[in-house]
C-alpha cells in the first residue's frame, strides 16, 4: 500500500508538470493572440471560440497570457533555485569538509540570512535594486541558499568520515577532488529531492511578490500579476482570477508532489539496503 502511494505522488506529480511544460512548448511556437494585445471591442469577454478563457480587462485574451505566464513560472522557479543551490552546496561543502572556524562561519552566515523571514528580505533587495526579472530571480535565489547549505553540510560531515575517503586522503587526492567526484554524488538524490521541492516554493513566492504588485511588472504576463489584476472583477468576472490561480496550485502541488515521491522512494532504496547489509 505504501508503495502504491509513494509511486502514486510521483507519477501525479510527474503528469502535471509535463501538462504545464507541453504548455510552456507549444508557447515557443503557437500562441492564439499576441499576450498583450488590447481590444477594447471585447473587454472581459466570456470563454468563445475566439477566445476560449475569455478576455481580461483589457481585453487581452488570457489563454494566451496563461501560456506566455509559464515562462516566467518555470523560468525564474527553475533559475532562482539554480543559484540557491549553486551557492548553497560550495558553502554547505565547505563547511561540512573542512569544519572548524570555517563551519562556524558559514553556518552563523546562515543563521543570519535565516533570522529574516525570506519574503521581507526579497521584498527589501526588490525594493532597493528594483523589480526587474533578474532581481526577482536573485533575490529567491538568495532565500533558497539555507536549506541546500545545511542538507549539503551534514551530507558532508558524514561522509568525509567514512574508510574509502580516508583512503583516498592517504592516497594524496586532493581535497577538491575528493569533495567533488567522491563526496558530492553520495548527495545528488538529497539535492534532487531539495531541489524540486525549492521549485514549488520559488514558484509561489514569485506568484505572492507580483500578486503584492513588487514582483514582475507589466508588459510581462505572470500568474501571480494576473491575480492582482483580477482582484476588482472577482465578482463579474471570477474566471479571470481562476484560471491563473489553478495554473499556479497545479504548478506547486506538481513539483510538491514529485520531490515527495522521489523523496519516499530515496528513504525505501536507503532501507532496502540496510535490510541487506
Given at each position: 500500500m505504501r508503495?502504491?502511494?509513494?509511486?502514486?505522488?510521483?507519477?501525479?506529480?510527474?503528469?502535471l508538470?509535463?501538462?504545464?511544460?507541453?504548455?510552456l512548448?507549444?508557447s515557443?511556437?503557437?500562441?492564439?493572440?499576441?499576450?498583450?494585445?488590447m481590444?477594447s471591442?471585447?473587454?472581459?469577454a466570456m470563454?468563445?471560440r475566439?477566445?476560449?478563457?475569455?478576455t481580461?480587462n483589457?481585453g487581452?485574451?488570457i489563454?494566451s497570457?496563461?501560456?506566455k505566464?509559464?515562462?516566467?513560472a518555470?523560468?525564474i522557479?527553475f533559475?532562482a533555485v539554480?543559484i540557491?543551490?549553486?551557492?548553497?552546496?560550495?558553502?554547505?561543502?565547505?563547511?561540512?569538509?573542512?569544519?572548524?572556524?570555517?563551519?562556524?562561519?558559514v553556518?552563523r552566515?546562515?543563521?543570519?540570512?535565516?533570522?529574516?523571514?525570506?519574503?521581507?528580505?526579497?521584498l527589501?533587495m526588490?525594493?532597493v535594486?528594483?523589480?526587474?526579472?533578474?532581481?526577482m530571480?536573485?533575490?529567491l535565489?538568495?532565500?533558497?541558499i539555507p536549506?541546500f547549505?545545511r542538507?549539503t553540510?551534514?551530507?558532508f560531515?558524514q561522509i568525509k568520515?567514512?574508510e574509502?575517503?580516508?583512503?583516498?586522503?592517504?592516497?594524496?587526492?586532493s581535497d577538491?577532488?575528493?569533495?567533488?567526484?567522491?563526496?558530492?554524488?553520495n548527495?545528488?538524490?538529497?539535492?534532487l529531492?531539495?531541489f524540486?521541492?525549492?521549485i514549488s516554493?520559488?514558484?509561489?513566492?514569485e506568484?505572492?511578490?507580483s500578486?503584492?504588485?513588487?514582483g514582475?511588472?507589466p508588459?510581462?504576463?505572470?500568474?501571480g500579476r494576473?491575480l492582482?489584476?483580477?482582484?476588482?472583477?472577482?465578482l463579474?468576472?471570477?474566471?479571470?482570477?481562476v484560471?491563473?490561480g489553478i495554473?499556479?496550485t497545479i504548478?506547486?502541488l506538481?513539483?510538491?508532489?514529485l520531490g515527495d515521491?522521489?523523496r519516499d522512494?530515496l528513504?525505501?532504496?536507503m532501507s532496502?539496503?540496510?535490510e541487506?547489509?
Amino acid at each position: 500500500m505504501r508503495n502504491k502511494c509513494r509511486n502514486k505522488n510521483l507519477v501525479i506529480g510527474t503528469v502535471l508538470i509535463a501538462f504545464l511544460l507541453g504548455m510552456l512548448l507549444v508557447s515557443f511556437f503557437y500562441l492564439p493572440y499576441p499576450p498583450n494585445k488590447m481590444d477594447s471591442a471585447n473587454i472581459l469577454a466570456m470563454p468563445s471560440r475566439e477566445h476560449l478563457l475569455g478576455t481580461d480587462n483589457f481585453g487581452r485574451d488570457i489563454l494566451s497570457r496563461i501560456m506566455k505566464g509559464s515562462w516566467m513560472a518555470f523560468g525564474i522557479g527553475f533559475g532562482a533555485v539554480i543559484i540557491g543551490m549553486t551557492i548553497g552546496v560550495i558553502f554547505g561543502a565547505i563547511a561540512g569538509y573542512f569544519g572548524g572556524w570555517i563551519d562556524e562561519l558559514v553556518m552563523r552566515l546562515m543563521d543570519a540570512k535565516m533570522a529574516f523571514p525570506g519574503v521581507i528580505l526579497a521584498l527589501v533587495m526588490i525594493t532597493v535594486f528594483g523589480n526587474g526579472i533578474g532581481n526577482m530571480i536573485l533575490a529567491l535565489g538568495i532565500m533558497a541558499i539555507p536549506r541546500f547549505c545545511r542538507i549539503t553540510r551534514t551530507g558532508f560531515m558524514q561522509i568525509k568520515e567514512m574508510e574509502y575517503i580516508k583512503a583516498a586522503k592517504s592516497r594524496g587526492i586532493s581535497d577538491f577532488r575528493i569533495m567533488v567526484f567522491h563526496i558530492l554524488p553520495n548527495l545528488s538524490s538529497s539535492l534532487l529531492v531539495t531541489f524540486t521541492l525549492g521549485i514549488s516554493s520559488a514558484i509561489l513566492s514569485e506568484a505572492g511578490l507580483s500578486f503584492l504588485g513588487l514582483g514582475i511588472q507589466p508588459p510581462h504576463p505572470s500568474w501571480g500579476r494576473m491575480l492582482f489584476e483580477a482582484q476588482s472583477y472577482l465578482l463579474t468576472d471570477p474566471l479571470y482570477a481562476v484560471v491563473p490561480g489553478i495554473m499556479i496550485t497545479i504548478l506547486v502541488l506538481g513539483f510538491n508532489l514529485l520531490g515527495d515521491g522521489l523523496r519516499d522512494n530515496l528513504d525505501h532504496r536507503m532501507s532496502q539496503r540496510e535490510e541487506k547489509s
